[in-house]
């Protein structure tokens, strides 16, 4: 009995041990060099990302390992890789020149471009009445309006 109850304390152990080292990789954020991350655009929730896609999130660039939805980058689903540090600092601003802003009633075809929210969005696939940001993800965030 003793020897289970020891036992079961070192698994319980472990375990919490594993729990305090899951922290990112602070050291490669460190020692890597910064990038551009013009014209990627920021990670966007409602948003289905492929396999070596590239998002700005927290001011640092991460690339898609696989297909995801509403998998933020560095979070414990692991989707994404940290790719390096964004420098200088990404602007987000969209040439919203001449865009119409989304109309409900109106049929958009793929790659279709209004504005919303005082951002561009895009359109990623045949869509109607969704509404950019919404849970249908057919619209891309381009960034806010120049
Ligand atoms: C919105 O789209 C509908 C359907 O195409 C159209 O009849 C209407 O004129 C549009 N409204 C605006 C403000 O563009």
Redesign the pocket.
Known sequence: MKYISVALIFAATLASTSVVAFPVAEESYETKRDVSCDGIHSFQTNLAYTSGEEVVFNNQLWKAKQWNYNSQPGGVAGDWTFVDRCNPQPTDNANCAGV??W?????YPRGSQVTFNNHLWVSVQWTSSNSPGDTSGTWKDMGACK
């Open positions: 119409n802003p109309n409900k009633s109106a049929a």
